[in-house]
């Protein structure tokens, strides 16, 4: 059965998908990011089962051999991007970036298992897959978590996925800017500049870079050699998930060596991530364990553990503190609360709704009986769609549409809605 908007995002899955991975979007994006691909790979496997697999595929044909997933794959050059291979150089066949991004992969291909038709192929793909995303899993937990405290930190804002979100602000600015040099941003070609980061911020983005670079990209010694040092919730709650579905798959697929390790890697996460939690806001909040402290900022980062399986009466938090956002907000769910300072309806990660997080979120909410929020987040993302298209984030006041235009993510969210509704067949 079709439906307009079914097909409109049908359209930009093809619109971007140039064979064996997507990009997020021409122009702005021209690569094949990491989170992107498999979040993609979601809708697309209601549109063709075989390409869904493959994105996700590709994706770990360009793991490094020390078990990182790069954030970026630059399959093919394009000078529209900055900072393209030549900054990073990582020296990778094809090249890549040389920091990592959210790793939900695991619970992505949880879904397509669960969903597919071709289950003899579904089955020899996951199972192909299965040993290469628990090797990320531990890469992650032995080189961003040394002391094993079972929460891993990201080393550079551009790992958590929400680039310029507040609660890199502080450790952020304890990154210096001298000796970076002189460079052209192009986002900013692409986008309007009061939707994107600050020129300081990107200075800083490159010289962490440049950082890690001169480290020779020794993945074991960039987390204490790094000044950024930030333990996510949402970043944790993402790859907690996936641990705990990868745990699920190892079951169906006879691989009891990999489900053992991939559930106490999210036992032991879940049992942590209690320490994030805030009774002053009701929410999850960042450590930044550079100086051994929480960051005292409001972002959708402390929500999104509601995507994993916390304690039932911090999920019934999490739903009161999103009840709470609903009634000041016109469209779910702003990514930074609109009542705090930093707020920017229009600047990235500062206030506007993204689908992708909308998604994980309406997810769990749902999973753990919440479906009244649940249904009011869903609803909201899809007005957005249909009063301003497929865009990149929207302001979560005005709906008004942010970013890159045609956006992949955004389009496969809305595939994944319109089968949750029932809206399509
Ligand atoms: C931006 C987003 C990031 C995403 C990328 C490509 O950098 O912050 O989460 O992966 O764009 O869409």
Redesign the pocket.
Known sequence: MSHPLYDGAVEILARNDLGHYTV?THGL?PFQ?N??SALSALGQSYVNESRAWTEIETLFDHQWPDGMVPHIIFHKEDEGYFPGPSVWGTERPVPTSGIS?PAVTGFAVRKLFERAKDLPSARARAKALLPKIQAWHDWFFATRDPEETGLVAIIHP?ES???NSADWNAALSRVPTEGVGDFQRRDIQHAAAAHRPTTEQYQRYIWLVKHFRAQGWDTAKLHDASPFRVVDPGFNAILLRSCADLAWLAEQLDEPAIGARAKTQSDKGLAAMEHLWSDRHQQYLCYDRAIGAPVDCLTVGGLLPVFTAIAPDRSARIAARLEDLARRTTYMIPSHDPHAPEYDGERY?LGPAWLIVNYMIADGLNRDGHTEIAARIVGDSMKLIVESGFSEYYDPMTGAPCGGPHFTWTAAMVIEFLKQTGGVE
Do not use: E, S, V
């Open positions: 997020p994006y990011w989170w992107d991004q551009w996925g929400r680039d990660w």
